[in-house]
């Protein structure tokens, strides 16, 4: 009988910090994608990015990557000059759908 008594404190003293710990948690959480429309949604930009870049003459030697999480475009590499990395941000905000662009990663490097 007293090691019932035990068992069962024990069963609710975890249960209660079990409950008291998951708001915690929950605030911890770390962000996530949307789901599968935001996936294709995010390739879709992408995609039309790199093929507003590829028309771009003033883009011609640079070597930019593109990639976009929940609408954000992400721009790295190398640029060719200052104007070109303008340019290449420039492109990306004009695509629709596009929230932001993040071109820290795009480095400007004569060719």
Request: hydrophobic share 45%.
């Amino acid at each position: 009988m007293h090691m019932t008594f035990i068992r069962n404190a024990l069963s609710i003293a975890a249960l209660s910090t079990g409950l008291l710990a998951a708001p915690a948690m929950a605030a911890d959480a770390q962000p996530h994608s949307d789901g599968v429309v935001s996936t294709i949604s995010d390739a879709a930009i992408t995609t039309k990015v790199k093929a507003k870049m590829l028309n771009d003459k003033g883009l011609k030697n640079s070597d930019i990557s593109v990639s976009t999480f929940n609408g954000v475009v992400e721009l790295s590499g190398t640029a060719t000059s200052a104007s070109a990395k303008a340019q290449a941000e420039a492109d990306a905000k004009s695509v629709e759908s596009v929230k932001s662009v993040d071109a820290s990663a795009l480095i400007v490097s004569p060719k």
